[in-house]
């Protein structure tokens, strides 16, 4: 079976008219590019991480988790490289926006920094340098890139 949809992180299979299965992998990526490298088991723990946020935020907002027991998957899924990392969801309509907790002066955060101008509305001093470490931690909004899954 091949995914609908191979991301940075995470593949998605389309198994019923009602339901996906996304896979997540060992794979890394940073600046949005993926990494030649995996670290073993990565995609267990941030499908796991997932999960737990997911099930205690049920109550709060209801979310597209079906099930993740491998038990419960279409039978393709049912083997050992996929126990743990992958998860039944419904079919929805995806909202476009992430957050990204940043610790380091990077990317857009350090050309907005450089040119003195606010990023995600905090105004960060000049004198930050590329890489530097932050002095706490921030959560920022991002957008996130929409593909049509239906023609790939």
């Given at each position: 079976m091949?995914?609908?949809?191979?991301?940075?992180?995470?593949?998605?299979y389309d198994?019923?008219d009602?339901?996906?299965?996304?896979?997540t992998?060992?794979r890394?990526s940073?600046?949005d590019s993926?990494?030649p490298v995996?670290?073993?088991?990565?995609g267990?723990?941030?499908?796991?991480?997932?999960?737990?946020?997911f099930g205690r935020?049920?109550?709060?907002?209801?979310?597209?988790?079906v099930?993740d027991r491998?038990e419960a998957m279409?039978?393709?899924f049912?083997?050992?490289s996929?126990r743990?990392r992958?998860?039944?969801v419904?079919k929805l309509?995806?909202?476009p926006?992430?957050?990204?907790?940043?610790?380091?002066?990077?990317?857009?955060?350090?050309?907005?920094?450089?040119?003195g101008e606010?990023?995600?509305?905090?105004v960060?001093?000049r004198d930050y340098?590329?890489?530097?470490k932050l002095?706490q931690?921030i959560?920022?909004?991002?957008l996130?890139k929409?593909r049509d899954?239906?023609r790939?």
């Open positions: 091949k995914p609908i949809y191979s991301g940075k992180v995470r593949e998605i198994v019923s009602r339901h996906l299965v996304i896979v992998t060992d890394i940073a600046f993926i990494l995996t670290v073993k088991d990565k267990i723990v941030l499908n796991k991480l997932s999960n737990f946020w935020t049920r109550g709060i907002v209801p979310n597209h988790i099930d491998i279409p039978p393709f049912r083997n050992e996929f743990d992958t998860v039944l419904e309509s995806m909202l926006f992430e957050f990204v907790v940043r610790g380091y002066v990077f990317g857009s955060m350090w050309k907005a920094c450089s040119d606010p990023f995600c509305g905090i960060f001093p340098k590329l890489a530097q002095e931690p959560l920022t909004p991002a996130k929409i899954m239906t790939m």
